[in-house]
Protein backbone atom coordinates (compact mmCIF):
# COMPACT_ATOMS: atom_id res chain seq x y z
CA UNK A 1 0.00 0.00 0.00
CA UNK A 2 1.26 3.44 -1.02
CA UNK A 3 0.85 6.04 1.78
CA UNK A 4 0.55 9.38 0.36
CA UNK A 5 2.27 12.26 2.08
CA UNK A 6 0.46 15.12 3.59
CA UNK A 7 1.51 18.31 1.29
CA UNK A 8 3.06 20.59 3.59
CA UNK A 9 3.63 24.53 3.03
CA UNK A 10 7.40 25.06 3.30
CA UNK A 11 8.32 28.53 5.05
CA UNK A 12 10.87 30.49 4.93
CA UNK A 13 12.36 32.80 7.77
CA UNK A 14 11.81 36.84 6.32
CA UNK A 15 13.41 39.29 9.13
CA UNK A 16 11.30 42.66 9.80
CA UNK A 17 12.18 45.34 12.28
CA UNK A 18 11.60 44.60 15.74
CA UNK A 19 9.06 47.28 16.34
CA UNK A 20 7.29 46.99 13.24
CA UNK A 21 6.52 43.03 14.46
CA UNK A 22 5.54 44.59 17.91
CA UNK A 23 3.07 46.88 16.06
CA UNK A 24 1.62 44.23 14.02
CA UNK A 25 1.21 41.80 17.12
CA UNK A 26 -0.74 44.72 18.89
CA UNK A 27 -2.74 45.60 15.47
CA UNK A 28 -3.92 41.60 14.86
CA UNK A 29 -4.88 41.25 18.43
CA UNK A 30 -8.74 40.06 18.70
CA UNK A 31 -8.74 39.67 14.76
CA UNK A 32 -8.66 36.20 12.99
CA UNK A 33 -5.19 36.14 12.76
CA UNK A 34 -3.12 33.57 14.82
CA UNK A 35 0.17 35.56 14.59
CA UNK A 36 2.08 38.20 13.20
CA UNK A 37 3.53 35.77 10.37
CA UNK A 38 0.23 34.96 9.64
CA UNK A 39 -1.06 38.40 8.96
CA UNK A 40 2.26 39.33 6.62
CA UNK A 41 1.56 36.31 4.77
CA UNK A 42 -2.06 38.07 3.97
CA UNK A 43 -1.26 41.36 3.40
CA UNK A 44 2.00 40.24 1.03
CA UNK A 45 -0.33 37.80 -0.85
CA UNK A 46 -2.50 40.94 -1.13
CA UNK A 47 -0.17 43.17 -2.41
CA UNK A 48 1.14 40.32 -5.17
CA UNK A 49 -2.17 39.83 -6.50
CA UNK A 50 -2.96 44.21 -6.27
CA UNK A 51 0.69 44.06 -8.70
CA UNK A 52 -0.14 41.28 -10.92
CA UNK A 53 -3.43 43.30 -11.68
CA UNK A 54 -1.75 45.86 -12.58
CA UNK A 55 0.52 44.60 -15.09
CA UNK A 56 -2.06 42.81 -17.56
CA UNK A 57 -1.89 44.78 -20.05
CA UNK A 58 -4.52 46.76 -21.46
CA UNK A 59 -5.38 47.60 -25.02
CA UNK A 60 -5.40 50.70 -26.81
CA UNK A 61 -8.00 52.15 -28.97
CA UNK A 62 -6.22 50.48 -32.16
CA UNK A 63 -5.55 47.22 -30.79
CA UNK A 64 -9.48 47.16 -30.33
CA UNK A 65 -10.22 48.24 -33.39
CA UNK A 66 -8.10 45.55 -35.21
CA UNK A 67 -9.14 42.73 -33.07
CA UNK A 68 -13.30 44.02 -33.73
CA UNK A 69 -12.02 44.27 -37.48
CA UNK A 70 -10.86 40.61 -37.37
CA UNK A 71 -13.69 39.27 -35.23
CA UNK A 72 -16.31 40.51 -37.94
CA UNK A 73 -14.07 39.24 -41.12
CA UNK A 74 -14.65 35.80 -38.75
CA UNK A 75 -18.15 35.95 -38.43
CA UNK A 76 -18.29 36.61 -34.50
CA UNK A 77 -19.32 39.98 -35.00
CA UNK A 78 -21.88 41.98 -37.37
Known sequence: MVR???KRSK???ISIPTPL???IREMI???GFPSVSSFATYILREVII???GKKKK???EGEK???EKRLRILGYLE
Do not use: A, C, I, Y
Open 29 to 31: EGT
Open 58 to 60: VLT
Open 50 to 52: SLE
Open 4 to 6: ERK
Open 65 to 67: KKM
Open 11 to 13: FTP
Open 21 to 23: FDN
